[in-house]
């Protein structure tokens, strides 16, 4: 089927090391010209890529804010090869008529199992043996040293992965209590806690697993970790920002937790070569990782795929179902007639101008399928147009006031 825009003309801009099978998958629907990078870009040189590219794949480390976004101006989609998009500035996406797609489940499991084995492993104190044995050191002792089973697993946020998390803890044996700004359906026998206040109170371990949003945003800071119990443990493996770490640094150097997990930090490293600082490096009872939770082979694999689908799906069908920023539309294919895709500001007018420039053009409409929300409109007309008149209807659709961004698919 011969599109309006050849899929080799489509330059895709995939950051951060994005999964091979990603590529694979936009080689084998017929795009080739696809870039990888193994990092995130300083936002000079992310400003002059982003303004060639018409897709861009990221992970949580690059920023696309308002500004860099600015200079997006052939961009058609933006992948986020990750489950957050608080990286994002989601708002300017849609404002600009850019969805923006991500991977809501598929590195959840990889999180969960990480965090039960840090559980695991704190609570035997491994982190401080394995560090002395390192130094020549031996310290065979019981002391400090607890099994999971009985103990009280807290998990503040209580979503894809923090019910994985406790049916995993339940299954050794833990109680689980839960906190969340959401009723939710409490699996086996965990249990809602009162409050967050209440969770940090009762639990020997506190695992944090909400997104990046402003009201988490220092949600663990040095009065919430006070009331955390003498002893008990912190892991963060949810976003650098939820966590005071300064706080968190000082509460361990104090002895008030006996140890931490911490995956995520305020600010990471771009790349694998460039330098990691932290309050808590050189404590042998915290566990750091480099922001792996997600990273597993089965993980980023099948996150390749997931987001590369969702992303060639709207490109060749103008499909946007389960984008985050932006309504959405599920299409179906569309065999015999020229797909246009028109995204405007969602302001009074733009739909009958519209309709009036097929009816004044006597041009019969096949399908059109229509999604609104308080800023955006997305309208796709299916038509029964030689390719001539589908590029000279874009034209006029292009010029209607309000428009964001025209395609014609077929
Ligand atoms: N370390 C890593 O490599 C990874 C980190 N993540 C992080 O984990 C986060 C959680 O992932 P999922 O469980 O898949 O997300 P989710 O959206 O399924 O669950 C998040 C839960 O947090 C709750 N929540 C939101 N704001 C809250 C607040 N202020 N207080 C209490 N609860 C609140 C929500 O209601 C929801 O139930 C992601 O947003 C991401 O930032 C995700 C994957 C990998
Ligand atoms: O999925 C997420 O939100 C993560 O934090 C994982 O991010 P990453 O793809 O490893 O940069």
């Known amino acids: 089927m011969k599109t309006s825009f050849p899929r080799q003309d489509i330059r895709v801009l995939l950051l951060e090391g994005v999964s091979r099978s990603a590529v694979e998958t936009f080689q084998r629907a017929g795009y ?52 957050g998009t608080n990286q994002v500035d989601l708002e300017a996406a849609r404002r600009l008529g850019v969805p923006v797609f991500n991977a809501p489940y598929s590195n959840t499991r990889s999180v969960a199992e990480l965090v039960i084995a840090e ?25 400090g040293s607890y099994e999971a089973r009985g103990k009280t697993l807290g998990v503040v946020g209580y979503g894809h992965i923090g019910t994985q998390v406790g049916v995993l803890a339940e299954s050794l044996g833990m109680h689980v209590i839960f906190h969340d700004v959401e009723s939710k359906l409490a699996l086996g026998n965990a249990r809602a806690a009162a409050s967050l206040q209440d969770l940090l109170e009762r639990a020997d371990v506190v695992t944090l697993h909400v997104p990046e949003t402003p009201a988490t945003k220092l949600m663990i800071g040095a009065a919430e970790l006070a009331a955390m119990r003498p002893g008990a443990l912190l892991i963060n493996a949810s976003r650098g920002t939820v966590v005071d770490i300064g706080a968190l640094a000082d509460a361990l150097r104090r002895g008030h937790l006996a140890g931490a997990a911490v995956d995520v930090f305020p600010v990471e490293p771009k790349g694998n070569d460039d330098p990691f600082v932290s309050p808590l490096v050189g404590m042998d009872n915290v566990i750091l990782t480099p922001h792996i939770g997600g990273s597993t082979l089965e993980a980023q694999d099948n996150i390749g795929i997931e987001v590369a689908s969702k992303l060639l799906r709207y490109s060749d069908n103008g499909s946007t179902l389960s984008a985050v920023n932006f309504p959405e539309v599920s299409l179906p294919e569309h065999p015999r007639s020229r797909r246009l895709l028109h995204i405007h500001r969602n302001v009074p007018g733009v739909l ?59």
Not at 391 to 406: E, H, Q, V
């Open 32 to 83: 080739s010209q696809i870039e990888l990078h193994a990092k995130s870009l300083p936002e000079d040189e992310l400003k002059a890529r982003i303004a060639e590219a018409h897709i861009v794949g990221i992970r949580s480390r690059s920023h696309l804010t308002a500004e860099v976004l600015e200079h997006a101006r052939r961009l058609i989609a933006v992948g986020c090869f990750c489950i």
């Open 119 to 143: 559980a695991i492993m704190l609570l035997r104190g491994i982190p401080q043996k394995n560090a002395l044995c390192h130094r020549g050191g031996w310290t065979k002792s019981a002391a």
């Open 352 to 410: 009958s101008r519209i309709n009036e420039l097929f009816s004044a053009g006597n041009i019969n409409i096949d399908a059109q399928f229509l999604q609104t929300d308080t800023e955006v409109g997305y309208v796709v007309i299916d038509v029964a147009a030689d390719e001539a008149q589908a590029a000279a209807l874009k034209d006029k659709l292009a010029a209607i006031p309000g428009t964001l961004r025209t395609r014609v698919l077929y």
